[in-house]
């Protein structure tokens, strides 16, 4: 299980990245906004194209999940990270930091 506060820093470390509030969450931007962080600490949202994001939801169903409304369709993604492998959740933080990157 990662925690909030790994969460944060592995975020951060990518280059270029800012934290700021968002709403009740803590979004991580470089060109755009590429993850929130929920205000229980318990799960994030990742910015992962629609094809990203069904890998992650169809291999590894009990950690990820589109998020649910629009945003969802266009590739957002809760991960849960009481069931996270840290590895994955770090692929995935890359995944979504390079789409937030993209021009």
């Known amino acids: 299980m990662i925690t909030s506060a790994e969460f944060q ?16 969450r803590q979004s991580f931007k470089v060109r755009r906004n590429f993850a ?3 205000a229980d600490g318990q799960s994030a949202n990742l910015l992962l194209s629609p094809e990203e994001q ?15 409304n629009k945003w969802g369709e266009r590739g957002w993604t809760v991960v849960q990270f009481a069931a996270v492998d840290p590895d994955i959740l770090k692929l995935a933080l890359k995944e979504a930091w390079r789409n937030g990157a993209k021009k």
Do not use: I, N, R, W
């Open 9 to 24: 820093e592995l975020a951060l470390s990518f280059e270029g990245v800012s934290q700021q509030g968002h709403f009740d």
């Open 36 to 38: 929130t962080l929920a």
């Open 54 to 68: 069904q890998m992650k939801c169809e291999f590894h169903a009990e950690s990820f999940a589109p998020v649910a």
